[in-house]
C-alpha cells in the first residue's frame, strides 16, 4: 500500500527516533481504505486498549436505545439509579447543597454532569478518589463489586457544580454505563457486543482480550520526559473477575483475559485499528455501514451538533482535559471543531464540524465529514500521545489529496 500523505514516513521516523515503539493506523477516504498498517514492534492486527475512545462505543450505543425509546436524554438518572435523587453538589462557594436541576443523561453524555475523575485536584475529585481508593481494597480484601454497585456508590460523591452550570471531564461516561445496564437488563459487555460490535463484525473488539488473543496485544511502552526515549513496559495479563480493581481514567499495565467486574463504559473497551475504523465509518455514513443501519441520520447529525453554551465553553477552556482541545465544542461524548484557527494551536487543520475523541493510551480517533474522512490511530504509551507525531498524524490524515 502506498504512504498516503506521507503517513508511514512520518511514523517510521518516530520509531527509528525511539520516541514511538508501536502503533497502527487506518486511514478512510470516500468510503475506500487509502491506509491500513501496523509499524515498529505492532501489527496490523494488534488489540489496543482504547481508553477513553470506548467513549465513542457509549455514544452510540446509547442513542441506538434513545431512537428505541428505552431511554430519554432528558431522562433524570434517578429514573435508574434511585440513589442520586437529591444529590449534593457543591455550589460557588464551596458549600454543598441538593441540586435544584436534576441530572439527566444528557448531563452525562455532554460533561456537564459534575462527576468527577479521581484525581487529587477539586473536593469533589478528592471524594471520587476516595471511593475508587475503598473500593480497590475491598476488592483486595475478597469483597467484589459490580459496574451497577460502583455507579450506586457515585451518588455519594458530591458533584463539582450545578448539573449544566459547568464542564468537568470526568466519569459521566462510567455513570452512563451503569444507566445503560439497569435500562436493559444486560451487562455493558452483552450490550455492546449485541448492539455495536456484532452487527458491525468487529470481532476483535470488547472488554478484555480473549487469552487465545493475548499474543496479539499490542506493546507497551514508558516514555522518557526529558529525551522522549521509549522504553518497552512489561505487559502482564489478569483475571480481573478475581483479582479486581476500579479504574478510572489511569493507564494500567495487565491485560484483561476476562471482561472485569467494573465495565467501565467511559474507557474500558479493547480494539484494532481495522475494526474501530467501522464504528467511524457508520457515523460518517450517518448511521449506516455496510448494509447494516445502527442509527438514523437525524440521529447522528444530532450527536455530531455542539450543545455547550459560553459559560461550559469557559469552564471547558479552564479544565485540564478540556484546555488541551482548544477550538472544540464538547458533546454527545465527542468533541467537535467549532474553530478551526483556534485548533491549530494544538496543530489541527481540520474542517469545522470534524469530530472524534482520543485516548490515555495516545490513541486518538477522528471523523471529518466535509472531506469524507475517517481515521484511527494507536498506540500504547503509559505517558500518553507522542505530541510532536500527534500534530503531524492530525495535518497528514485532513490534507488534500
Known amino acids: 500500500m502506498h504512504?498516503?500523505?506521507?503517513?508511514?514516513?512520518?511514523?517510521?521516523?518516530?520509531?527509528?527516533?525511539?520516541?514511538?515503539?508501536?502503533?497502527?493506523?487506518?486511514?478512510?477516504?470516500?468510503?475506500?481504505?487509502?491506509?491500513?498498517?501496523?509499524?515498529?514492534?505492532d501489527n496490523v492486527d494488534s488489540i489496543y486498549k482504547?481508553?477513553?475512545?470506548?467513549?465513542?462505543?457509549?455514544?452510540?450505543?446509547?442513542?441506538?436505545?434513545?431512537?428505541?425509546?428505552?431511554?430519554?436524554?432528558?431522562?433524570?438518572?434517578?429514573?435508574?439509579?434511585?440513589?442520586?435523587?437529591?444529590?449534593?453538589?457543591?455550589?460557588?462557594?464551596?458549600?454543598?447543597?441538593?441540586?435544584?436541576?436534576?441530572?439527566?443523561i444528557q448531563h452525562l453524555l455532554n460533561m456537564t454532569?459534575?462527576?468527577?475523575?479521581?484525581?487529587?485536584?477539586?473536593?469533589?475529585?478528592?471524594?471520587?478518589?476516595?471511593?475508587?481508593?475503598?473500593?480497590?481494597?475491598?476488592?483486595?480484601?475478597?469483597?467484589?463489586?459490580?459496574?451497577?454497585?460502583?455507579?450506586?456508590k457515585m451518588a455519594r460523591i458530591p458533584g463539582s457544580f450545578e448539573p449544566g452550570r459547568g464542564w468537568e471531564y470526568g466519569a459521566g461516561a462510567d455513570l452512563l454505563g451503569g444507566v445503560l445496564e439497569v435500562a436493559t437488563g444486560k451487562t455493558l459487555d452483552v450490550l455492546y457486543e449485541e448492539?455495536?460490535?456484532?452487527?458491525?463484525?468487529?470481532?476483535?473488539?470488547?472488554?478484555?482480550?480473549?487469552?487465545?488473543?493475548?499474543?496479539?496485544?499490542?506493546?507497551?511502552?514508558?516514555?522518557?520526559?526529558?529525551?522522549?526515549?521509549?522504553?518497552?513496559?512489561?505487559?502482564?495479563?489478569?483475571?480481573?473477575?478475581?483479582?479486581?480493581?476500579?479504574?478510572?481514567?489511569?493507564?494500567?499495565?495487565?491485560?484483561?483475559?476476562v471482561p472485569p467486574a467494573f465495565l467501565a463504559g467511559g474507557g474500558g473497551c479493547y480494539s484494532t485499528a481495522r475494526d474501530f475504523v467501522r464504528v467511524l465509518q457508520l457515523l460518517l455514513n450517518d448511521g449506516e455501514f455496510e448494509g447494516v443501519r445502527l442509527l438514523r441520520p437525524e440521529t447522528v447529525e444530532f450527536m455530531r451538533t455542539p450543545?455547550?453554551?459560553?459559560?461550559?465553553?469557559?469552564?471547558?477552556?479552564?479544565?485540564?482535559?478540556?484546555?488541551?482541545?482548544?477550538?472544540?465544542?464538547?458533546?454527545?461524548?465527542?468533541r467537535i471543531l467549532v474553530d478551526p484557527s483556534e485548533a491549530r494551536s494544538l496543530g489541527v487543520n481540520g474542517h469545522a464540524g470534524e469530530y472524534g475523541w482520543d485516548g490515555a493510551g495516545g490513541n486518538f480517533c477522528l471523523v471529518d465529514p466535509s472531506i469524507g474522512v475517517a481515521a484511527v490511530f494507536m498506540m500504547q504509551n503509559f505517558e500518553g500521545a507522542e505530541p510532536v507525531l500527534r500534530r503531524q498524524l492530525y495535518k497528514a490524515i485532513v490534507a488534500d489529496d
Not at 512520518?10 to 468510503?31: F, P, Q, R
Not at 453554551?309 to 465527542?334: C, F, H, I, T
Open 3 to 41: 504512504d498516503y500523505h506521507g503517513i508511514s514516513s512520518l511514523i517510521e521516523t518516530a520509531i527509528a527516533a525511539e520516541s514511538l515503539g508501536g502503533a497502527s493506523i487506518c486511514v478512510i477516504k470516500n468510503g475506500n481504505i487509502q491506509l491500513l498498517e501496523g509499524y515498529g514492534a
Open 50 to 104: 482504547v481508553y477513553s475512545m470506548t467513549k465513542v462505543f457509549t455514544a452510540v450505543v446509547t442513542f441506538e436505545l434513545v431512537e428505541e425509546g428505552v431511554i430519554a436524554l432528558s431522562d433524570p438518572v434517578a429514573k435508574y439509579l434511585p440513589e442520586f435523587a437529591n444529590r449534593l453538589v457543591f455550589n460557588a462557594e464551596g458549600g454543598l447543597e441538593v441540586e435544584r436541576t436534576p441530572l439527566t
Open 113 to 152: 454532569s459534575g462527576i468527577p475523575y479521581p484525581f487529587p485536584g477539586t473536593a469533589s475529585q478528592r471524594h471520587m478518589e476516595a471511593l475508587e481508593a475503598e473500593e480497590i481494597a475491598r476488592a483486595a480484601a475478597g469483597i467484589p463489586f459490580t459496574t451497577l454497585s460502583a455507579c450506586r
Open 195 to 257: 448492539r455495536l460490535f456484532q452487527p458491525l463484525g468487529m470481532a476483535d473488539t470488547g472488554f478484555c482480550i480473549p487469552l487465545e488473543k493475548t499474543e496479539r496485544a499490542a506493546t507497551q511502552w514508558h516514555r522518557d520526559p526529558v529525551f522522549t526515549r521509549v522504553t518497552r513496559a512489561g505487559a502482564p495479563i489478569r483475571d480481573a473477575q478475581g483479582a479486581d480493581m476500579l479504574t478510572l481514567m489511569a493507564p494500567v499495565a495487565e491485560i484483561d483475559v
Open 307 to 334: 450543545q455547550l453554551n459560553e459559560e461550559q465553553m469557559r469552564a471547558k477552556a479552564a479544565d485540564g482535559v478540556g484546555a488541551g482541545v482548544p477550538g472544540y465544542s464538547y458533546s454527545n461524548l465527542l
